[in-house]
């Protein structure tokens, strides 16, 4: 964890969530898949904690990240 941090500036929660969040994210583009069902499969078990950090980190809802780059 030490090294993690010193490295890359986030504790070793915020790199896992951060690239959890990227992998959901890219699904969020790629699938109809509901955002709950990709959030348990990516690994959250709570849907407000999901939808805290996705904002956190991409800057917008799930949902209104799906629909901006959705194709």
Do not use: V
């Not at 690994?43 to 999901?50: A, C, L, R, V």
């Amino acid at each position: 964890c030490t090294f993690l941090k010193k490295h890359t500036g986030k504790s070793f929660t915020e790199y896992i969530n951060e690239l959890r969040i990227s992998t959901i994210a890219q699904q969020l583009i790629k699938t109809d898949s509901p955002i709950t069902d990709l959030a348990y499969k990516g690994g959250f078990k709570n849907i407000s904690y999901f939808n805290r950090q996705f904002k956190k980190i991409k800057k917008t809802a799930p949902l209104e990240f799906r629909r901006r780059y959705q194709m």
